[in-house]
């Protein structure tokens, strides 16, 4: 299997299992235990029941701290929360899934912006290898996933295509993905989200064009080849090869990879 498979949810969109697909020597992830997904913060009663039958022991939350205390995550009955601020205010892409106003405040205050869209989004994508603090964090997400002897580990931002993508871009990498499936994964929330891009689109091409950002609109609620292909050259630029970014940058040592993927593949 090349890539995670969309759990059944009216309200979180983007729920996806990467149970299946294929990691190191042939081998693959387990199903049920490593679980993405957009906000859960308009979880209906049904897509709770849904979650709960998941057995999730941990939830990473991506946000920030604004997002966060503005759309809590529901609780779930023996669930750990740990919230970890990816990126900060100045930097964070974080369209709202409501679709009443889909552009974060950062983005309305950045009037002229000198570059298009998707030229932020790679530097987007860059933070998430430059930046120490966002390193920190996905380093705390993963060590995390390997201190969860039992039960599933979920990880979410807002539409679950950025920040959480990136997340389980690394998930997949440390467990053998090859390249090119995590790229076909990461570029599936396309299909995920398509009804929350298209619903996005008329409020956010008037805004970007009163912005003079014509056709930026659907550069930055898409996912793209060019934004991971951004942050994988980062990597192997600052560190000299993805291997020494996980293990320098994040402090995913050999023997950490090997409990991973003892853990996780099957």
């Keep these: 299997m090349k890539i995670s498979k969309q759990l059944p949810s009216k309200k979180v969109p983007n ?3 990467l149970g299946g697909m294929t990691g190191a020597d042939g081998k693959q992830i387990r199903e049920g235990r490593l679980i993405r997904s957009a906000q859960l913060y308009n979880a209906t009663k049904k897509d709770l029941a849904l979650l709960e039958t998941l057995h999730i022991r941990k939830i990473f939350d991506f946000r920030n701290a604004q997002e966060a205390k503005e759309k809590p995550d529901p609780s779930l009955p ?20 409501n679709r009443t106003d889909p552009a974060p405040k950062e983005l309305k205050e950045a009037k002229g912006a000198p570059k298009s869209g998707a030229e932020q989004m790679c530097e987007v994508y860059r933070d998430f290898i430059r930046k120490s603090a966002s390193r920190e964090q996905y380093s705390r997400f993963l060590r995390g996933i390997l201190d969860t002897e039992d039960g599933a580990v979920l990880w979410h931002c807002t539409l679950g295509k950025d920040r959480c993508g990136w997340g389980a871009v690394l998930v997949e990498a440390v467990l053998g993905v090859s390249r090119e499936d995590i790229m076909e994964d990461y570029l599936y929330s396309n299909v995920c989200l398509k ?10 091409k008037k805004l970007l064009e009163k912005m003079h950002m ?14 991971l292909a951004a942050a994988f050259d980062e990597a192997e630029k600052l560190y000299g090869s993805f291997d020494a970014f996980l293990e320098k940058g994040l402090g995913i040592d050999a023997a950490m990879r090997d409990k991973l993927r003892a853990r996780y593949l099957i």
């Design 195 to 204: 009804h929350e891009i298209t619903g996005m689109m008329p409020i956010l």
């Design 15 to 17: 729920l996806r299992d």
């Design 214 to 227: 014509v056709n930026a609109g659907t550069a930055v609620v898409e996912a793209r080849e060019e934004y």
């Design 78 to 97: 023996g669930c750990e929360y740990t919230n970890l601020s990816i990126l900060d205010k100045s930097s964070a892409v974080s369209w709202e899934a």
